[in-house]
């Protein structure tokens, strides 16, 4: 009697919450710091990547939504003694993959000083992380990015990202700081130079969206579209800027003020399948 009441008790205990969230760095691949929810993945590059490239973008992974799929694809490109090890893994389609170029860019939604409408990028790629706060269905993690010239600025920041489940977007704070008065901060999208492309009519509102084939089709073709967007409250303008190579949201801010904005994404393979969808979620979100 007293083993199966406590079996009952189990049977009738709290369900465990399915975990829909995921943050590491990673490196065992390049230093990379990986992050998904079950409906997008990306990741930003570390320092064993310096030079190949150095560089701020967010990278873009399409999935589809559902399970959790990073740590898998890492395994299958990394570790060779894995059934199905292939370097290229994550480049081919599994339900999902890498096949958005960032190169030397914003990607799909970091921020960087701009000096004259050009972006002056980090010397270097995050150098350490911290993880804030993990369950599963929210994780906070931090970046940290060592001081560079911006001008006569000396410019470090911190990039606090916050992953939430069932949600395209993930919400930034990133902190600058600096010894000078003030600087101006855009968040935004690299425009790739790709046939198709259809951008939203985001100029004096709080957002800039586009709507793109995929930009990295090195390893197999793609006939999907991307989405990506970046959302700021309360920025000073949209605009596009670096010659045409980027658009985004401005913020003039003081040394410490944090900047907070969203930046996300989608897959036409998924629910989102039309630039219309895409927008409307973007400009409402």
């Known amino acids: 009697m007293v083993l199966a009441a406590a ?75 894995a059934p199905d090890y292939d370097s290229n893994y994550y480049h081919k389609d599994h ?26 990028y980090p010397a270097t790629n995050y150098r350490s992380w911290e993880i804030l706060e993990e369950g599963p269905s929210k994780v906070v993690f931090v970046l940290h990015y060592p001081a560079w010239k911006v001008g006569e600025a000396n410019v470090s920041l911190d990039k606090t990202v916050t992953v939430e489940a069932d949600s395209y977007f993930c919400k930034v704070e990133d902190v600058y700081s600096f010894d000078a008065d003030s600087i101006t901060v855009a968040a935004g999208i690299f425009r790739h130079d790709q046939a198709g492309t259809i ?17 990295d089709q090195s390893v197999e073709p793609e006939d999907g579209m991307i989405g990506v967007a970046v959302i700021m409250p309360d920025t000073d303008c949209v605009t596009i800027f670096d010659e045409g190579r980027h658009g985004g949201c401005f913020k003039t801010v003081a040394s410490g003020q944090p900047i907070e904005y969203w930046f996300g994404s989608c897959w036409s393979k998924g629910e989102i399948t039309g630039s219309a969808e895409w927008f409307t979620l973007a400009s409402s979100y």
């Open 95 to 120: 339900g999902g993959k890498d096949c958005y170029k960032v190169a030397v860019s914003l990607g799909g939604g970091a921020s960087v000083p701009v000096v004259d409408g050009s972006p002056v």
């Open 199 to 215: 951008e939203a009519e985001a100029f004096g509102s709080d957002y800039y969206a586009i709507w793109e084939h995929a930009s």
């Open 7 to 81: 079996l009952a008790l189990v049977a009738c205990g709290p369900k465990q919450e399915e975990t829909k969230v995921m943050a590491r760095a990673v490196p065992e691949r390049a230093d990379d710091f990986v992050f998904e929810n079950n409906f997008i993945a990306g990741r930003f590059y570390g320092k064993a990547l310096e030079g190949n490239p150095t560089s701020p973008g967010v990278d873009i992974w399409v999935k589809l939504p559902g399970a959790l799929v990073a740590n898998d694809w890492y395994v299958n490109a990394t570790d060779k003694s």
